[in-house]
Protein backbone atom coordinates (compact mmCIF):
# COMPACT_ATOMS: atom_id res chain seq x y z
CA UNK A 1 0.00 0.00 0.00
CA UNK A 2 1.14 3.45 -1.30
CA UNK A 3 1.37 6.77 1.59
CA UNK A 4 -1.50 8.16 -0.38
CA UNK A 5 -3.72 5.11 -0.07
CA UNK A 6 -2.71 4.79 3.30
CA UNK A 7 -3.49 8.45 4.25
CA UNK A 8 -7.04 8.07 2.66
CA UNK A 9 -7.93 4.65 4.41
CA UNK A 10 -7.07 6.91 7.77
CA UNK A 11 -9.21 9.62 6.85
CA UNK A 12 -12.16 6.91 6.45
CA UNK A 13 -11.60 5.40 9.38
CA UNK A 14 -11.58 8.29 11.49
CA UNK A 15 -15.21 9.04 10.54
CA UNK A 16 -17.33 7.50 13.08
CA UNK A 17 -20.16 4.68 11.77
CA UNK A 18 -22.99 7.71 12.24
CA UNK A 19 -20.70 10.78 9.95
CA UNK A 20 -20.08 7.63 7.33
CA UNK A 21 -24.30 7.32 7.26
CA UNK A 22 -24.64 11.08 7.47
CA UNK A 23 -22.52 11.67 4.45
CA UNK A 24 -24.80 9.82 2.24
CA UNK A 25 -24.99 7.41 -0.51
CA UNK A 26 -24.05 9.77 -3.09
CA UNK A 27 -21.17 11.11 -1.29
CA UNK A 28 -19.54 8.17 -0.53
CA UNK A 29 -20.37 7.49 -4.50
CA UNK A 30 -18.60 10.65 -5.33
CA UNK A 31 -15.33 9.92 -2.97
CA UNK A 32 -15.14 6.93 -5.06
CA UNK A 33 -15.43 8.24 -8.02
CA UNK A 34 -13.00 10.79 -7.57
CA UNK A 35 -10.52 8.66 -6.05
CA UNK A 36 -10.98 6.40 -9.37
CA UNK A 37 -9.99 9.43 -11.30
CA UNK A 38 -7.04 10.35 -9.72
CA UNK A 39 -4.32 10.32 -12.17
CA UNK A 40 -1.32 10.08 -9.37
CA UNK A 41 -2.62 7.17 -7.23
CA UNK A 42 -4.36 3.89 -8.22
CA UNK A 43 -8.06 3.60 -8.54
CA UNK A 44 -9.38 3.01 -5.19
CA UNK A 45 -12.31 0.81 -4.92
CA UNK A 46 -13.50 1.33 -1.11
CA UNK A 47 -13.51 4.33 1.07
CA UNK A 48 -14.16 2.83 4.43
CA UNK A 49 -12.10 0.77 6.46
CA UNK A 50 -13.31 -2.70 6.35
CA UNK A 51 -10.88 -3.43 9.29
CA UNK A 52 -9.18 -6.73 9.88
CA UNK A 53 -11.08 -9.68 9.13
CA UNK A 54 -11.01 -12.88 11.53
CA UNK A 55 -11.53 -15.89 9.41
CA UNK A 56 -13.40 -18.76 11.04
CA UNK A 57 -11.72 -21.87 10.99
CA UNK A 58 -13.20 -24.41 8.83
CA UNK A 59 -14.05 -27.24 10.66
CA UNK A 60 -12.83 -30.90 9.26
CA UNK A 61 -15.63 -32.82 8.06
CA UNK A 62 -14.71 -36.31 8.47
CA UNK A 63 -16.37 -39.51 9.27
CA UNK A 64 -16.63 -38.82 13.05
CA UNK A 65 -18.00 -35.40 12.44
CA UNK A 66 -21.15 -36.88 9.58
CA UNK A 67 -21.65 -39.80 11.54
CA UNK A 68 -21.88 -37.52 15.09
CA UNK A 69 -24.26 -35.52 13.07
CA UNK A 70 -26.18 -38.53 11.94
CA UNK A 71 -26.36 -39.82 15.68
CA UNK A 72 -27.76 -35.98 16.40
CA UNK A 73 -30.82 -36.15 13.88
CA UNK A 74 -31.33 -39.49 15.35
CA UNK A 75 -32.09 -38.55 18.79
CA UNK A 76 -33.96 -35.44 17.11
CA UNK A 77 -36.26 -37.50 15.48
CA UNK A 78 -37.62 -39.17 18.29
CA UNK A 79 -37.54 -36.29 20.96
CA UNK A 80 -40.11 -35.02 17.78
CA UNK A 81 -41.74 -38.14 18.04
CA UNK A 82 -42.14 -37.88 21.96
CA UNK A 83 -44.02 -34.07 20.92
CA UNK A 84 -45.97 -34.91 18.22
CA UNK A 85 -47.60 -38.77 19.15
CA UNK A 86 -49.99 -36.80 21.57
CA UNK A 87 -51.73 -34.70 18.50
CA UNK A 88 -52.27 -38.43 16.88
CA UNK A 89 -56.10 -39.21 17.74
CA UNK A 90 -59.11 -39.74 15.74
CA UNK A 91 -58.85 -41.45 12.93
CA UNK A 92 -55.36 -41.12 12.96
CA UNK A 93 -54.95 -42.89 16.64
CA UNK A 94 -53.52 -46.06 15.11
CA UNK A 95 -50.54 -44.12 13.85
CA UNK A 96 -49.29 -44.08 17.49
CA UNK A 97 -47.84 -48.02 16.30
CA UNK A 98 -45.69 -47.12 13.62
CA UNK A 99 -44.20 -44.05 15.76
CA UNK A 100 -43.80 -46.39 18.83
CA UNK A 101 -42.00 -48.48 15.97
CA UNK A 102 -39.86 -46.22 14.51
CA UNK A 103 -39.35 -44.82 17.27
CA UNK A 104 -37.31 -48.03 18.86
CA UNK A 105 -35.88 -47.90 15.27
CA UNK A 106 -34.09 -44.48 15.47
CA UNK A 107 -33.04 -45.75 19.02
CA UNK A 108 -31.57 -49.01 17.46
CA UNK A 109 -30.13 -46.56 14.56
CA UNK A 110 -28.41 -44.14 16.55
CA UNK A 111 -26.77 -46.42 18.59
CA UNK A 112 -25.17 -48.44 15.35
CA UNK A 113 -24.26 -44.68 14.64
CA UNK A 114 -22.56 -44.53 17.70
CA UNK A 115 -21.23 -48.08 17.25
CA UNK A 116 -19.46 -46.77 14.28
CA UNK A 117 -17.96 -43.47 15.69
CA UNK A 118 -16.28 -45.57 18.17
CA UNK A 119 -15.14 -47.68 15.94
CA UNK A 120 -13.44 -45.34 13.82
CA UNK A 121 -11.85 -43.01 16.74
CA UNK A 122 -14.67 -40.94 17.42
CA UNK A 123 -16.50 -40.34 20.71
CA UNK A 124 -20.43 -41.12 20.22
CA UNK A 125 -23.17 -38.50 20.91
CA UNK A 126 -26.32 -39.29 22.14
CA UNK A 127 -27.99 -35.63 22.00
CA UNK A 128 -30.05 -34.01 19.76
CA UNK A 129 -29.38 -31.74 17.07
CA UNK A 130 -30.17 -28.25 18.66
CA UNK A 131 -29.69 -26.13 15.14
CA UNK A 132 -32.58 -28.25 13.50
CA UNK A 133 -34.82 -27.98 16.89
CA UNK A 134 -34.31 -24.70 16.79
CA UNK A 135 -34.99 -23.83 13.31
CA UNK A 136 -37.62 -26.64 12.60
CA UNK A 137 -38.75 -28.65 15.21
CA UNK A 138 -40.27 -26.16 17.63
CA UNK A 139 -41.60 -23.56 15.13
CA UNK A 140 -43.63 -26.63 13.17
CA UNK A 141 -44.55 -27.59 16.82
CA UNK A 142 -45.80 -23.65 17.35
CA UNK A 143 -47.76 -23.65 14.05
CA UNK A 144 -49.78 -26.98 15.38
CA UNK A 145 -50.25 -26.03 19.16
CA UNK A 146 -50.72 -21.69 18.28
CA UNK A 147 -49.45 -19.25 20.90
CA UNK A 148 -50.09 -15.60 21.15
CA UNK A 149 -50.04 -14.58 17.70
CA UNK A 150 -50.06 -17.76 15.84
CA UNK A 151 -53.67 -19.75 15.73
CA UNK A 152 -53.55 -23.50 16.54
CA UNK A 153 -54.28 -25.89 13.49
CA UNK A 154 -57.74 -27.20 12.99
CA UNK A 155 -55.73 -30.18 12.16
CA UNK A 156 -53.35 -31.27 14.07
CA UNK A 157 -52.90 -34.71 14.03
CA UNK A 158 -52.63 -34.57 10.20
CA UNK A 159 -49.94 -31.88 10.93
CA UNK A 160 -48.05 -34.10 13.18
CA UNK A 161 -48.15 -36.65 10.22
CA UNK A 162 -46.91 -33.85 8.18
CA UNK A 163 -44.26 -33.48 10.52
CA UNK A 164 -43.33 -36.74 10.73
CA UNK A 165 -43.00 -37.67 7.31
CA UNK A 166 -40.89 -34.37 6.93
CA UNK A 167 -38.67 -35.64 9.69
CA UNK A 168 -38.25 -39.61 8.15
CA UNK A 169 -37.45 -37.80 4.56
CA UNK A 170 -35.34 -35.58 5.84
CA UNK A 171 -33.18 -38.57 7.96
CA UNK A 172 -33.29 -40.67 4.56
CA UNK A 173 -32.14 -37.52 2.65
CA UNK A 174 -29.53 -36.83 5.36
CA UNK A 175 -27.91 -40.99 5.12
CA UNK A 176 -28.32 -40.47 1.11
CA UNK A 177 -26.06 -37.27 0.89
CA UNK A 178 -23.30 -38.48 3.48
CA UNK A 179 -22.85 -41.52 1.62
CA UNK A 180 -20.61 -40.34 -1.36
CA UNK A 181 -18.90 -38.42 1.29
CA UNK A 182 -17.76 -40.70 4.13
CA UNK A 183 -14.69 -42.08 3.10
CA UNK A 184 -14.89 -45.35 4.81
CA UNK A 185 -16.71 -48.26 2.54
CA UNK A 186 -18.30 -49.91 5.21
CA UNK A 187 -19.15 -47.00 6.83
CA UNK A 188 -20.88 -45.87 3.92
CA UNK A 189 -22.88 -48.79 3.24
CA UNK A 190 -24.10 -48.40 7.00
CA UNK A 191 -25.07 -45.59 6.36
CA UNK A 192 -27.16 -46.25 3.48
CA UNK A 193 -28.44 -49.13 5.24
CA UNK A 194 -29.92 -47.07 7.78
CA UNK A 195 -31.35 -44.47 5.30
CA UNK A 196 -33.39 -46.76 3.39
CA UNK A 197 -35.35 -47.90 6.74
CA UNK A 198 -35.83 -44.07 7.19
CA UNK A 199 -37.16 -43.55 3.55
CA UNK A 200 -39.66 -47.14 4.32
CA UNK A 201 -41.21 -44.99 7.27
CA UNK A 202 -41.82 -41.88 5.37
CA UNK A 203 -43.24 -43.91 2.52
CA UNK A 204 -45.76 -45.62 5.31
CA UNK A 205 -46.48 -42.51 6.98
CA UNK A 206 -47.78 -40.94 3.83
CA UNK A 207 -49.90 -44.07 3.01
CA UNK A 208 -51.25 -43.24 6.57
CA UNK A 209 -51.79 -39.45 5.54
CA UNK A 210 -52.83 -40.12 2.11
CA UNK A 211 -53.86 -43.71 1.70
CA UNK A 212 -55.56 -43.29 -1.49
CA UNK A 213 -53.78 -45.19 -4.78
CA UNK A 214 -53.95 -42.47 -6.81
CA UNK A 215 -52.04 -41.15 -3.96
CA UNK A 216 -48.42 -43.02 -4.34
CA UNK A 217 -47.68 -41.15 -7.90
CA UNK A 218 -46.73 -37.75 -7.86
CA UNK A 219 -49.94 -35.54 -8.77
CA UNK A 220 -50.36 -31.86 -8.82
CA UNK A 221 -53.58 -29.70 -7.02
CA UNK A 222 -54.92 -28.77 -9.86
CA UNK A 223 -56.25 -25.57 -7.89
CA UNK A 224 -53.14 -24.38 -6.48
CA UNK A 225 -50.56 -26.43 -9.01
CA UNK A 226 -48.38 -27.48 -5.75
CA UNK A 227 -47.56 -31.00 -5.87
CA UNK A 228 -49.81 -33.44 -3.52
CA UNK A 229 -48.50 -35.62 -1.20
CA UNK A 230 -46.72 -38.93 -2.71
CA UNK A 231 -45.70 -41.78 -1.53
CA UNK A 232 -43.56 -42.11 -4.58
CA UNK A 233 -42.31 -38.43 -5.07
CA UNK A 234 -39.51 -38.75 -7.32
CA UNK A 235 -37.39 -41.62 -8.78
CA UNK A 236 -33.77 -40.92 -7.38
CA UNK A 237 -34.10 -39.68 -3.53
CA UNK A 238 -34.04 -36.40 -3.60
CA UNK A 239 -31.91 -33.76 -1.97
CA UNK A 240 -33.96 -30.66 -2.14
CA UNK A 241 -35.57 -28.73 0.28
CA UNK A 242 -38.78 -30.55 2.13
CA UNK A 243 -41.72 -28.43 1.90
CA UNK A 244 -43.58 -28.65 5.17
CA UNK A 245 -47.40 -27.03 5.07
CA UNK A 246 -49.13 -27.01 8.32
CA UNK A 247 -51.18 -25.06 10.51
CA UNK A 248 -54.38 -22.78 10.40
CA UNK A 249 -55.27 -21.60 6.99
CA UNK A 250 -55.13 -17.60 6.71
CA UNK A 251 -57.49 -15.54 5.38
CA UNK A 252 -56.56 -16.03 1.71
CA UNK A 253 -56.90 -20.62 2.60
CA UNK A 254 -53.06 -20.26 2.68
CA UNK A 255 -51.61 -22.67 5.59
CA UNK A 256 -47.82 -22.17 6.42
CA UNK A 257 -44.98 -23.59 4.59
CA UNK A 258 -41.78 -24.72 5.89
CA UNK A 259 -38.83 -25.24 4.19
CA UNK A 260 -36.65 -28.30 5.75
CA UNK A 261 -33.46 -28.85 4.54
CA UNK A 262 -30.37 -31.62 5.68
CA UNK A 263 -27.69 -30.73 8.40
CA UNK A 264 -25.66 -28.19 6.91
CA UNK A 265 -22.05 -26.93 8.14
CA UNK A 266 -23.82 -25.14 11.02
CA UNK A 267 -25.58 -28.03 11.86
CA UNK A 268 -22.51 -30.72 12.05
CA UNK A 269 -21.09 -32.03 15.44
CA UNK A 270 -17.87 -31.89 15.60
CA UNK A 271 -15.62 -33.28 18.28
CA UNK B 1 -26.77 -31.59 1.98
CA UNK B 2 -23.43 -29.38 0.65
CA UNK B 3 -21.11 -30.86 2.81
CA UNK B 4 -17.84 -32.19 0.99
CA UNK B 5 -14.80 -33.59 2.83
CA UNK B 6 -11.82 -31.22 4.27
CA UNK B 7 -9.93 -29.97 1.49
CA UNK B 8 -6.88 -31.45 3.32
CA UNK B 9 -8.11 -34.98 3.95
CA UNK B 10 -5.23 -37.01 2.67
CA UNK B 11 -7.59 -39.97 1.73
CA UNK B 12 -10.26 -38.47 -0.18
CA UNK B 13 -11.95 -40.88 -2.50
CA UNK B 14 -11.98 -40.37 -6.34
CA UNK B 15 -15.18 -38.96 -7.89
CA UNK B 16 -15.54 -40.90 -10.96
CA UNK B 17 -15.89 -44.53 -11.17
CA UNK B 18 -12.41 -46.53 -10.89
CA UNK B 19 -11.64 -49.30 -12.78
CA UNK B 20 -12.63 -51.61 -10.00
CA UNK B 21 -16.36 -50.37 -9.56
CA UNK B 22 -17.02 -51.05 -13.40
CA UNK B 23 -17.91 -54.91 -13.12
CA UNK B 24 -20.46 -53.69 -10.20
CA UNK B 25 -22.08 -50.76 -12.18
CA UNK B 26 -22.45 -52.99 -14.66
CA UNK B 27 -24.01 -55.51 -13.22
CA UNK B 28 -26.50 -52.97 -11.30
CA UNK B 29 -26.95 -51.00 -14.54
CA UNK B 30 -28.06 -54.68 -15.97
CA UNK B 31 -30.69 -56.04 -12.84
CA UNK B 32 -32.40 -52.43 -13.56
CA UNK B 33 -32.97 -53.09 -17.16
CA UNK B 34 -34.09 -56.42 -15.68
CA UNK B 35 -36.61 -54.71 -13.22
CA UNK B 36 -37.80 -52.54 -16.04
CA UNK B 37 -39.22 -55.25 -18.34
CA UNK B 38 -40.39 -57.28 -15.63
CA UNK B 39 -42.74 -54.27 -14.98
CA UNK B 40 -43.21 -53.98 -18.35
CA UNK B 41 -44.34 -57.80 -18.75
CA UNK B 42 -46.43 -56.82 -15.82
CA UNK B 43 -48.29 -53.73 -17.35
CA UNK B 44 -48.91 -56.05 -21.13
CA UNK B 45 -50.60 -58.99 -18.86
CA UNK B 46 -52.96 -56.40 -17.38
CA UNK B 47 -52.04 -57.70 -13.92
CA UNK B 48 -53.81 -55.37 -11.68
CA UNK B 49 -57.16 -54.03 -13.08
CA UNK B 50 -57.28 -50.65 -10.78
CA UNK B 51 -57.02 -47.41 -12.61
CA UNK B 52 -54.69 -45.92 -10.21
CA UNK B 53 -52.58 -49.06 -9.42
CA UNK B 54 -51.68 -49.62 -12.89
CA UNK B 55 -50.38 -46.23 -12.79
CA UNK B 56 -48.21 -47.34 -10.10
CA UNK B 57 -46.82 -50.35 -11.88
CA UNK B 58 -46.25 -47.76 -15.09
CA UNK B 59 -44.17 -45.73 -12.77
CA UNK B 60 -42.13 -48.49 -11.76
CA UNK B 61 -41.58 -49.53 -15.66
CA UNK B 62 -40.14 -45.56 -15.58
CA UNK B 63 -38.15 -45.44 -12.66
CA UNK B 64 -35.96 -48.36 -13.05
CA UNK B 65 -35.81 -47.41 -17.12
CA UNK B 66 -34.41 -44.08 -15.62
CA UNK B 67 -31.77 -46.08 -13.00
CA UNK B 68 -30.91 -48.25 -15.77
CA UNK B 69 -30.02 -44.80 -18.26
CA UNK B 70 -28.62 -43.35 -15.39
CA UNK B 71 -26.31 -45.96 -14.26
CA UNK B 72 -24.92 -46.39 -18.28
CA UNK B 73 -24.47 -42.42 -18.64
CA UNK B 74 -22.02 -43.19 -15.36
CA UNK B 75 -20.57 -46.78 -17.43
CA UNK B 76 -20.26 -45.22 -20.82
CA UNK B 77 -19.08 -47.50 -23.46
CA UNK B 78 -19.16 -50.83 -20.63
CA UNK B 79 -23.12 -49.96 -20.84
CA UNK B 80 -24.51 -53.14 -22.22
CA UNK B 81 -27.86 -52.35 -22.71
CA UNK B 82 -29.32 -55.47 -21.71
CA UNK B 83 -31.41 -57.01 -19.00
CA UNK B 84 -29.65 -59.72 -16.51
CA UNK B 85 -31.38 -62.43 -18.04
CA UNK B 86 -31.65 -64.53 -15.00
CA UNK B 87 -33.39 -62.45 -13.18
CA UNK B 88 -36.00 -62.03 -15.79
CA UNK B 89 -36.29 -65.86 -16.22
CA UNK B 90 -36.59 -65.89 -12.29
CA UNK B 91 -39.98 -62.99 -11.97
CA UNK B 92 -40.91 -63.10 -14.97
CA UNK B 93 -44.06 -66.25 -14.63
CA UNK B 94 -44.57 -63.99 -11.48
CA UNK B 95 -44.82 -60.79 -13.30
CA UNK B 96 -47.34 -61.96 -15.53
CA UNK B 97 -49.66 -63.77 -13.20
CA UNK B 98 -51.97 -61.13 -11.02
CA UNK B 99 -52.19 -63.48 -8.23
CA UNK B 100 -48.30 -63.59 -7.73
CA UNK B 101 -47.17 -60.16 -9.22
CA UNK B 102 -47.33 -57.82 -6.06
CA UNK B 103 -45.51 -60.40 -4.03
CA UNK B 104 -42.59 -61.15 -6.46
CA UNK B 105 -42.44 -57.19 -7.28
CA UNK B 106 -41.67 -56.90 -3.23
CA UNK B 107 -39.25 -59.53 -3.18
CA UNK B 108 -37.33 -57.85 -6.40
CA UNK B 109 -37.34 -54.26 -4.90
CA UNK B 110 -35.82 -55.97 -1.93
CA UNK B 111 -33.25 -57.74 -3.80
CA UNK B 112 -32.37 -54.66 -6.12
CA UNK B 113 -32.06 -52.67 -2.61
CA UNK B 114 -30.24 -55.27 -1.16
CA UNK B 115 -27.40 -55.36 -3.98
CA UNK B 116 -27.35 -51.73 -4.33
CA UNK B 117 -26.42 -51.30 -0.67
CA UNK B 118 -24.07 -54.16 -1.23
CA UNK B 119 -22.64 -52.16 -3.88
CA UNK B 120 -22.03 -48.78 -2.15
CA UNK B 121 -19.73 -50.57 0.17
CA UNK B 122 -17.63 -51.45 -2.82
CA UNK B 123 -17.95 -48.54 -5.02
CA UNK B 124 -14.61 -46.14 -4.75
CA UNK B 125 -16.15 -43.71 -6.77
CA UNK B 126 -18.00 -40.86 -4.96
CA UNK B 127 -20.10 -40.34 -8.30
CA UNK B 128 -21.40 -43.92 -8.69
CA UNK B 129 -21.94 -43.92 -4.78
CA UNK B 130 -24.21 -41.50 -4.86
CA UNK B 131 -26.24 -41.91 -7.60
CA UNK B 132 -26.88 -45.50 -5.77
CA UNK B 133 -27.54 -44.45 -3.00
CA UNK B 134 -30.34 -42.14 -4.75
CA UNK B 135 -31.21 -45.13 -6.35
CA UNK B 136 -31.78 -47.31 -2.76
CA UNK B 137 -33.61 -44.62 -1.34
CA UNK B 138 -36.46 -44.91 -3.96
CA UNK B 139 -36.55 -48.53 -4.67
CA UNK B 140 -36.78 -48.92 -0.46
CA UNK B 141 -39.72 -46.59 -1.32
CA UNK B 142 -40.94 -49.29 -3.90
CA UNK B 143 -40.71 -52.26 -1.52
CA UNK B 144 -43.18 -50.78 1.15
CA UNK B 145 -45.32 -49.82 -1.85
CA UNK B 146 -45.17 -53.52 -3.67
CA UNK B 147 -45.67 -55.32 -0.19
CA UNK B 148 -49.14 -53.15 -0.01
CA UNK B 149 -49.83 -54.03 -3.31
CA UNK B 150 -49.40 -57.45 -1.81
CA UNK B 151 -52.16 -56.88 1.22
CA UNK B 152 -49.71 -56.18 3.84
CA UNK B 153 -51.25 -54.21 6.34
CA UNK B 154 -48.79 -55.03 9.83
CA UNK B 155 -45.45 -52.94 10.28
CA UNK B 156 -43.62 -55.82 10.08
CA UNK B 157 -44.85 -56.71 6.71
CA UNK B 158 -44.70 -53.59 4.99
CA UNK B 159 -41.09 -53.07 6.51
CA UNK B 160 -39.37 -56.55 5.53
CA UNK B 161 -36.64 -56.86 3.31
CA UNK B 162 -37.25 -60.29 2.62
CA UNK B 163 -36.13 -61.17 -0.97
CA UNK B 164 -36.59 -65.08 -1.15
CA UNK B 165 -39.78 -65.98 -2.21
Given at each position: ?6 T ?43 G ?197 P ?22 | ?9 S??P ?30 D ?33 L ?51 A ?33 A?
Amino acid sequence: MNDNNQTKLEFAGALNRRQLLGLGGSSLLGAALLAACSHDTPPATRVGDAGTTTTIAEPEVNDVVLLRTAASLEYTVIEAYAQLAPFLTGDFASAKDAVDRFVADHEAHANAINELVVSIGGTAYTKSNDRINRLYIQPAVEIITGSDTIEPSPTPAEDALAVAIALENLAAATYQSVTSVLENLDVRKAAISIGQTEARHATILTRTLAPELAAIVPSKDPTTGADNLSALPSAFGSLSSISLTIGAPNESGTKTSLSVDTPSLNSLITE
Amino acid sequence: MSIRPSADSSAAPPARPTKNDMPTLVALHEAELAARDLYRIAVDSNVVSDEDASAVVKLMVEHHRAYGQALAGLIGKLASNEADAAIVDAHKAAFASASQFAGAANALENELTLRHTGAIGVLEGTEGAALVASIVITESRHAVITAELNGATSLDALLSTEVAK
